[in-house]
């Protein structure tokens, strides 16, 4: 009898990580106001503090992929599509929206299943 497991004990659990994504972006951009020299280093830290919390939730046997935008709105439009192959019965993702008047950020976070 082989000893190894073939599925994870704590398989991912998708409104965990929105609660969590909403959570940190909600609390870093409360404050912010959009300038383009910050919002790379905003995005990094945000994208860090996801991954951060979602691993504590102790979700085995995933890689977690976090991506976070920031744009500023002005008067410009925005097109993203991602696509790729996966397991729809272990791989998963989550993401959050945050919208003001004067800027928007998306913040997505994939988990990607492997033995």
Do not use: H
Not at 36 to 55: L, T, Y
Not at 92 to 105: C, I, K, L
């Amino acid at each position: 009898m082989p000893s190894y497991r073939m599925e994870s004990k704590n398989p991912y659990k998708r409104e965990k990580c929105e609660i969590i994504i909403r959570e940190v972006v909600d609390d870093m951009l409360s404050s912010f106001v959009y300038a383009n020299s910050d919002a790379s280093q905003v995005c990094n830290n945000i994208s860090e503090e996801i991954k951060s919390r979602v691993k504590t939730l102790g979700f085995d046997r995933y890689k977690l992929v976090c991506i976070v935008t920031i744009g500023e709105k002005y008067f410009q439009s925005f097109t993203s599509t991602v696509k790729f192959l996966w397991d729809t019965e272990k791989d998963g993702y989550a993401n959050y929206v945050y919208d003001t008047p004067n800027f928007f950020a998306i913040a997505t976070l994939y988990a990607l299943y492997y033995d």
